[in-house]
């Protein structure tokens, strides 16, 4: 009875955390190419894009600097 409980509550667990992390794929005008985790915020006031790098650092760029947003698959 343990097992199929525990395969479950993984399975659960996996499909929750796999929801969490999207992953965009922004690059830039220069052709830099960053990885971000979670879809980047504009902030129009400032006309600054903020992100998440993939080693969870809080970085903003110019929105003008960036030429394509996709997600990643």
């Known amino acids: 009875m343990k097992k199929p409980l525990m395969c479950l509550c993984a399975g659960v667990m996996l499909f929750t955390l796999a929801g969490c992390t999207t992953d965009y794929v922004m690059t830039t005008k220069q052709g830099k190419t ?36 996709i997600e990643a698959n």
Do not use: C, F, W
């Open 34 to 69: 960053i990885v971000v985790q979670g879809k980047p915020k504009l902030d129009k006031e400032t006309g600054m894009t903020s992100y998440t790098d993939q080693d969870g650092n809080k970085r903003e760029i110019n929105s003008n600097d960036v030429a394509e947003l």
